[in-house]
């Protein structure tokens, strides 16, 4: 029997490859995405388009308004998106976000009786954004386990990062060699509602050298 | 200048007490409040009231529809809720919940520059509930601490658990002290539309067992 796995699924290049990872793993994935108030949401539409490709067992996508709270450029229409790099976390940075994602992704694990939770972080954005380093990762999997009947009474849950030491040209090597069309994914931070790229973004920008440098084609379409 | 906290409420007692007990400590109070997909939701127009008879600067209900992943009592309609106690961890535990609610007051703590967090876990509920136990506490705080930009660059969160060591009866005693009207509040995991409560769960029984050893007087309504 297959193991189980919850698979967060934004819809962008990382977790799609993470997604496609987990199954060539012999996982049977359960795909959560949210609605959390993002200005992309053309996202959403590319997570479920991918989900369905896969065939993951049920994509399930979560209302969340984080954009009650404001404080980020993705999620508060009074903050730009900035189009240049700048030092320290950035603005896009989501307060608490990926603590939220793998709470709700733990919350069903439990519920499936699956142990093992997938998240696309990445050595590129650990770099700025606090909730995807390691030492969070593993904390976060600590108290996951101290917060569940299942993480006291059962198997450990464990917090697969498989990503989490890979560049975004190889990431994109090892999603090519499993068979993922990045053409279906969406990326930038502003895209339009077709799903169109800015090309100037963060997120842009770093896609766009991912690809130069795994010396790809991509066929995501700018504005 | 007052600090600023999130303060997670029900509606219930326990909540209510601990926001009277975060405002006699001089906290500004952020109220913060979810429509999970519980069955008792006159605990929210409870939390609406409540919050605005504290006078708190802002109450928010956050949708997150926990009733979609299904496994307890409380969120899923093919389980009954039991009216007399069992063993072990009971059904009526929500998967995750108290970190996904943390999750979410730890996001907007972070927006709003408040390093406060009340939680109104107590020992009655952690004798059951892995996640109320000061071990999955102390846990998400380290994880919080470690998964944003206010807890690396800044003074560390702190969770507080004001009520964790204290009895239902010491709660109601300490509330009376503080001022609070309990008739406000429900306990009900099955309360009817107007707020009546049922008087023979879980949640009804340890209310009125509470209420007896104070030798207070509870003028909750009852169907």
Redesign the interface.
Known sequence: MKNKAVVLLSGGMDSTTLLALAQSQNYECYALSFRYGQRHNAELEAASNIAKQASVIRH?I?????S????SALTDDNIDVPSSSSTG?PIT????????F???A???A???NAKDIFIGVTAVDYSGY??C?P??IQ??E???N????????GDRFKIHTPLIKLSKAEIIQLGVNLGVDYSKTVTCYSADSAGKACGICDACRLRIKGFEEAGIIDNTRYC
């Open positions: 399930e979560i209302d969340l308004d984080l009650r709270f404001g404080g976390i940075y989501v307060p608490a976000r990926n603590t939220i793998l709470s709700v733990l919350g069903w439990e519920v499936l606090p909730d380093r030492e969070f904390s976060f600590n108290t996951a101290l917060a569940t009947k299942a993480g006291i009474e």
